[in-house]
């Protein structure tokens, strides 16, 4: 059958939580639709200092190299928190985005009629949402040199060369051509000099290849501000690392938790699928964590490696669960992480039983 290497780092935190549920409809799919997958599991962030005082551990950047997709749950957590700036958890998720070559992190944010209900926003506002954040993931001020910190003071580099700002900004000309045709792009260009560059360069490449896409460019702040406001304007949204990080926290309060959101890290020979959120040290270990940010993230990878059929029978076994349970705290509901995973295994398995 059609066979798939899969790098699994489930993390720390509830990683290892929302991975299981993510690993257990992956194999759903593989028997209901006829292709296998060959999973192995490695350390990465706390557990790869743990087990071997590196955030990214060689044999498991080995593994993330080797393997047609890489499933990473989440890293971090209070425990490492001591650690040298250079050996945190977090720095081994940015290393290996990095060494994957990952530089377009896609973040879907879609709200239906359902979840409006449920927004801490007003429904009416929100129901429709559909949009995708395209963000710049291996460059800008989470890479840029030179960074220093001394006894007195501490500076970072947002740096962005044309070639990274033109193979993005291609990135999301493609997803609206293929969308509605509308792309946002968020910098701060009136003060940032690497967003004025930006903001050039998108306008160039917009220009001269894809005049029908129609293209606005928004400051972060007023983004920000349209986001929580207005969220049905937008349609595809692209941005820098740092504005797209915490836009993508503040999409969030859309549907109403990180629980739901997935992302697909794209740009190298293997992608990266991971939940948006973090290793959520408040509720790790309880079986309380939502596992369809992970689940989602899973479909996406699905669509990567051109199973979409698969990939849609896992979106619509999600939507199956968010309409008849079971649901996880944060939706309102008191399923465990694992009874969720397997209610969306099982509609995968046998979608007719649930989706009539
Ligand atoms: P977080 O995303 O872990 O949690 C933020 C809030 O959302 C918490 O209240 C948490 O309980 C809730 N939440 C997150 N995921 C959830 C889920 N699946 N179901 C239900 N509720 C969920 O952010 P934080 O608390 O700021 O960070 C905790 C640690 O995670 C830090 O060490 C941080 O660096 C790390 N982090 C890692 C990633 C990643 O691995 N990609 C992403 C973000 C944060
Ligand atoms: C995310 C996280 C990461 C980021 C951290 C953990 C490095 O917040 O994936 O959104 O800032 O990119
Ligand atoms: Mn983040």
Redesign the pocket.
């Known amino acids: 059958p059609r066979t798939y290497s899969l790098a699994l780092l489930p993390?720390d935190?509830?990683g290892p939580e929302?991975t299981a549920e993510a690993a257990r409809v992956l194999d759903a799919c593989a028997a209901a639709f006829g292709f296998a997958i060959e999973t192995s599991e490695h350390p990465v962030g706390g557990a790869g200092l743990d087990a071997d005082n590196d955030p990214l551990p060689r044999a498991t950047l080995d593994a993330c190299l080797d393997a047609d997709a890489v499933f990473?749950g989440?890293?971090?957590?209070p425990q490492w928190d001591g650690v040298d700036a250079d050996l945190r958890?977090?720095r081994g998720?940015l290393r290996l985005r990095a060494r994957l070559g990952a530089f377009a992190n896609l973040r879907p944010v879609a709200v239906s009629e359902a979840l409006a209900e449920r927004s801490p926003l007003r429904p009416e506002r929100v129901a429709g949402t559909d949009l995708l954040i395209v963000r710049e993931l291996t460059g800008g001020i989470y890479f840029g040199r030179p960074r220093e910190r001394t006894e007195t003071e501490a500076y970072d580099t947002m740096r962005y060369s044309v070639t990274e700002i033109e193979r993005i900004a291609r990135v999301a000309f493609e997803w609206a051509q293929k969308r509605s045709g509308r792309l946002t792009s968020v910098d701060k260009a009136n003060v940032l000099a690497s967003s004025a560059l930006w903001r050039d360069v998108v306008s160039r490449i917009g220009a001269d290849e894809y005049p029908d896409v129609a293209l606005e460019h928004l400051y972060v702040d007023n983004a920000a501000m349209q986001v929580v406001c207005d969220p049905r304007r937008f349609d595809v949204v692209v941005t820098g690392n740092l504005f797209g990080d915490v836009l993508s926290d503040l999409a969030a309060t859309l549907p109403g938790?990180?629980?739901l959101l997935p992302s697909a890290s794209l740009g190298g020979r293997a992608g990266l699928f991971?939940?948006v959120?973090?290793?959520?040290?408040?509720?790790a270990g309880r079986g309380?964590?939502?596992p369809l940010?992970a689940i989602l993230s899973a479909a996406m990878l699905l669509d990567a490696v051109d199973e979409a059929e698969a990939a849609t029978a896992v979106r619509q076994a999600v939507e199956s669960v968010l309409d008849d349970g079971p649901l996880?705290p944060?939706l309102g509901g008191d399923a465990h992480t694992a009874d969720v995973g397997a209610a969306v295994a099982d509609a995968v398995a046998s979608p007719t039983l649930s989706h009539p």
């Not at 959120?277 to 509720?283: K, Y």
């Open positions: 993390g935190g509830v929302v990473l989440a890293v971090g957590g958890p977090e998720l938790t990180l629980g991971e939940p959120h973090g290793s959520a040290p408040d509720i309380l964590a939502n940010a996880p944060d």
